[in-house]
């Protein structure tokens, strides 16, 4: 089935977590801008709306340059029955946002996500505001904009100011300016890509057998084959120390001569192998 990725049609529904103006909404926007955003709690709630139509496509983040991989999304994708048809990366600019009218003279308190108020630190200790955890950075948004307190502010993105009537105080407060999180688009349906083209990725997972030197083997086809791996993690399965399974991303198609060779002799190794997705690559 072929997938539209770059026009909506304005009847589809992307869904993502956290609370509007989060900035998984934000990647949602950019990579959906006619489509309407559906917010949701939790990851799992965020492919369950896949899953179950509520919506055409979730927009979940994988991993973040200052942080690495976002864990609960490596657990969920495998068994959730989706593919990947897209990638996205979004550069993570803080803003400090305050009700209308207030300076930054007037803050004394900052909420926000631990993450997002630890990637502000130097603005933070530079300002003497006291830092107050909070459950997310759209919801501190929200909260701020209720309280109508000119001395509480919030760090979020620029959608949530908007949201929220609320303006920003300063921009780019981050204390890395490359701070930046890749997100995936997940769809019921496969997409419709042909082998050959260039900047092409293919996402998918694998178990290798219990033999010595397992690994190494099967990753001894990628490098013969002269295929491109850009990432290769593990984690474990439910818990065991035992139990590995493999996350990994690659330049090419299956169907491409190289790819094919490279996952067939990976099969000798390997007791599990999905493939999670064959899209094209994000432009950085």
Known sequence: MDIDLEEGTGAR?????????????????ETFPNDRPLPCITFEQTIAAVQDGKADFAVVPVENSLYGRITDIHHILPQSGLFIVGE???????????????RLSDIRSVQSLSVALGQCRRFISENNLLPIN?????????????????????????????IYDLDIIEENIEDASHNTTRFLMMSRNRLNISPGKDNIKTTFIFR?????????????????NSVNMLKLESYMIDGSFTATQFYADIEGHPDDENV?????????????????????????
């Open 88 to 102: 996205h990366f979004l550069p993570i600019r803080m803003n400090l946002l305050g009700i209308r009218g207030a």
């Open 13 to 29: 529904t992307i869904a993502f977590q956290g609370e509007l103006g989060a900035f998984s909404h934000a990647a949602a926007l």
């Open 134 to 162: 909070a459950v997310d950075t759209a919801g501190s948004a929200r909260e701020v904009a209720e309280r109508g307190d000119k001395s509480r502010a919030a760090i979020a993105s620029g959608i949530a100011a908007k």
């Open 260 to 284: 094919r060779l490279a996952f067939e002799e990976l099969g000798f190794f390997t007791d599990h192998f999905h493939i999670l997705g064959v899209y094209p690559a994000a432009r950085k």
């Open 208 to 224: 290798v057998r219990n033999v010595p030197a397992a690994l190494y083997k099967a990753m001894g086809g990628f490098a013969t």
